[in-house]
């Protein structure tokens, strides 16, 4: 559904007019927690435009923030090891110092 509303979108030349929400998770540039940031974190290049399945990446995106802000939670279960993290910077939050971390590959 959502390419199909992204084709008639992109038809009208009005694709700017439109954002996307996965798992409550965002794709906006200023929002700290969104797949545009997690994406950047892995060197994807904006000036190109994005096919139409880049929804279906930020989605899968989205299902990994969601996974890491809700670990051990739900039916799934999903836990990260100690210090791992899908962003490349993990930040303690009492002291602000960037940490040491694994990438969650």
Excluded: C
């Amino acid at each position: 559904m959502l390419i199909k509303i992204h084709r008639i979108v992109r038809k009208e030349g009005k694709e700017n007019l439109i954002e996307f929400d996965y798992f409550e998770y965002s794709a906006r540039w200023n929002d700290p927690k969104s797949t545009y940031n997690l994406r950047k974190e892995y060197g994807i290049d904006k000036l190109k435009e994005q096919p139409l399945y880049s929804h279906l990446v930020d989605a899968q995106l989205a299902f990994l923030i969601a996974s890491e802000d809700h670990q051990n939670e739900g039916s799934m279960g999903i836990k990260f090891d100690k210090n791992q993290t899908i962003w490349r910077n993990e930040v303690d939050k009492e002291t602000g110092e960037v940490l040491p971390s694994q990438l969650f590959t």
